[in-house]
Nanobody, 126 residues
Framework: QVQLVESGGGLVQTGGSLRLSCTASRRTFSGYSMAWFRQVPGKEREFVAA????????RYADSVKGRFTISRDNPKNTVYLRMNSLQPEDTAVYYC???????????????????WGQGTQVTVSS
């Protein structure tokens, strides 16, 4: 069992920045691909960014490419999401997710991840 705890959400003005953190409870963290998703009421959970256990590459949704950066610190069991140039449409609950399958790539569909954090609210005011 893996517990994921997110932090770093909040209220920010358009154009501002935030950094989200997600810390995992397991020391096997480096074997998990990690991802960030977001969700607004009435809509499906949306892929934002992902990074494999090695941290050797990253993958982003088109809507955040060039503005968001995912990274990880395996000794700290933590994955980050740096969000720059935030827009009102980025307002959502952000969730981190872990894929413990051992798949060497990264996945972009929510059902492919088996552990989830509780979510952290990001609100961007116009």
């Amino acid at each position: 069992q893996v517990q994921l705890v997110e932090s770093g959400g909040g209220l920010v003005q358009t154009g501002g920045s935030l950094r989200l953190s997600c810390t995992a409870s397991r020391r096997t963290f480096s074997g998990y691909s990690m991802a960030w998703f977001r969700q607004v009421p009435g809509k499906e959970r949306e892929f934002v960014a992902a990074i494999p256990g090695t941290g050797s590459y990253t993958r982003y949704a088109d809507s955040v490419k060039g503005r968001f950066t995912i990274s990880r610190d395996n000794p700290k069991n933590t994955v980050y999401l740096r969000m720059n140039s935030l827009q009102p449409e980025d307002t959502a609950v952000y969730y981190c997710a872990a894929d413990s399958s051992g798949w060497i790539g990264v996945r972009t569909r929510a059902h492919e991840y088996d552990y989830w954090g509780q979510g952290t609210q990001v609100t961007v005011s116009s």
